[in-house]
């Protein structure tokens, strides 16, 4: 199984601040999802195949990474951007989650 | 619009069974993979059990193989999830989610499972 180790577990952003949400896999993955989580709400896909936008999410997301380290980039922190984001892999069964990144306004 | 509706959960003793529902509406069921996935209270995401549009793939986490039983009936645009010798481990909200292109691109609103004497 492959296992991912996100970092930081917790962040705390500014409106306007750049933030970089990392997820490194335990062996080497083909591609990397992201999902975006807030309180009460089921997960929405965030990236796919490492570095496409889902619909509707904001061009100031980026994905990049290959083989074992992997990131989710805000350009410009905005209030809404607030949730819980989780990387996820499928390049091996059984699919597999990092543990979350909860990215906090400060 | 897609929908992904579950249902079935609740309270049930350690040892149990429980068996969920998931009812898909606004795509052609038939042609897709599905899935469930589960969330322990202030966890994170756990993928459980995947099915494929015909049914001749299933694959199963270790911590629910041999007690959960993955299932679908297309003619009924149904996915279902048999849990048997349930544990306190086991409680946690179940979603099932659609297998996309772009990943899990479509998720139910999720069902409670508490496993408590």
């Known amino acids: 199984e492959i296992v991912l180790t996100q970092s930081p577990t917790t962040i705390a952003a500014s409106p306007g601040e750049k933030v970089t949400i990392t997820c490194r896999a335990s062996?080497?993955?083909?591609?990397m999802y992201w999902y975006q989580q807030k309180p009460g709400a089921s997960p929405k896909p965030w990236i796919y195949d490492t570095s496409k936008l889902a619909s509707g999410v904001p061009n100031r997301f980026s994905g990049s990474g290959s083989g074992t380290s992997y990131s989710l980039t805000i350009n410009t922190m905005e209030t809404e951007d607030a949730a819980t984001y989780y990387c996820q892999q499928w390049s091996s069964t059984p699919p597999t989650f990092g543990g979350g990144t909860k990215l906090e306004l400060k | 619009e897609v929908q992904l509706v579950e249902s079935g959960g609740g309270l049930v003793q350690p040892g149990r069974s429980l068996k969920l529902s998931c009812l898909a509406s606004g795509f052609t069921f038939s042609n897709y993979g599905m899935n469930w996935i589960r969330q322990a209270p202030g966890k994170g995401l756990e993928w459980v059990a995947s099915i494929s549009s015909s049914s001749s793939y299933i694959y199963y986490a270790d911590t629910v193989k041999g007690r959960f039983t993955i299932s679908r009936d297309n003619a009924k645009n149904t996915l279902y999830l048999q849990m048997t010798s349930l544990r306190s481990e086991d409680t946690a909200l179940y979603y099932c989610?659609?297998?996309?292109?772009?990943?899990?691109?479509?998720w139910g609103q999720g069902v409670m499972v508490t496993v408590s004497s």
């Open positions: 989610a659609r297998q996309g292109v772009v990943g899990f691109d479509y």
């Open positions: 062996s080497s993955v083909s591609y």
